[in-house]
């Protein structure tokens, strides 16, 4: 099998998901492709079996060029093999709201562009106060993203990772 994994990240924690979905899908013997949709694709699909698609949620929307390549190749990915995944904090922190933040994050994103992915997944993300500006840092303080962070038992001066790892690979795995 062939898989190509694209992604669209704001500070990397997607694109180490999309790595590990890529590494988990190689070591069953499947060639594997992995794009940054920072640029925009301009590769073909063709060949591919499957393709995998994820966003990192930044504001409560995708990454504009995961949301690009969507509007641009959504005739194409309507033939193809397809899974979805997001990486944000909600998941994590709100579980009691996984079923309308499934509904909102890939559901909705799937009908809009009149996709049926074989399978969608949530994963949690990474907060890294050392990567954002002063004024993102400012408005996730007065958010209580901190608080939320430090009650949760994270030391919110060192990166706070949110991913299970474990999870990933076995929802990678099921693709194969």
């Not at 005739?75 to 998941?91: H, N, Q, W, Y």
């Not at 074989?118 to 993102?136: C, H």
Request: hydrophobic share 40%; with cysteine.
């Amino acid at each position: 099998m062939k898989a190509l994994v694209l992604f669209s990240t704001k500070y990397g924690s997607t694109a180490e998901v999309a790595e590990s979905v890529a590494t988990t899908i190689r070591s069953n013997g499947n060639d594997v492709d992995v794009y940054n949709l920072k640029k925009p694709f301009d590769g073909t699909l063709e060949g591919y079996d499957l393709i995998i698609l994820g966003s990192g949620i930044i504001a409560g929307r995708w990454i504009r060029g995961a949301r690009k390549f969507l509007a641009s190749h959504h005739k194409t990915l309507d033939s193809k093999r397809l899974a979805l995944f997001i990486c944000g904090s909600e998941p994590y922190f709100e579980p009691h709201r996984n079923d309308e933040l499934r509904k909102r994050y890939l559901e909705d994103i799937a009908t809009e562009h009149g996709l049926q992915p074989e399978s969608m997944a949530m994963f949690g993300g990474v907060f890294d106060f050392s990567k954002y500006g002063l004024v993102v840092t400012k408005l996730l303080t007065k958010m209580g993203v901190v608080k939320v962070l430090e009650d949760a038992g994270f030391d919110a001066s060192k990166p706070c990772d949110l991913r299970d790892w474990e999870e990933i690979g076995i929802w990678a795995s099921g693709l194969v």
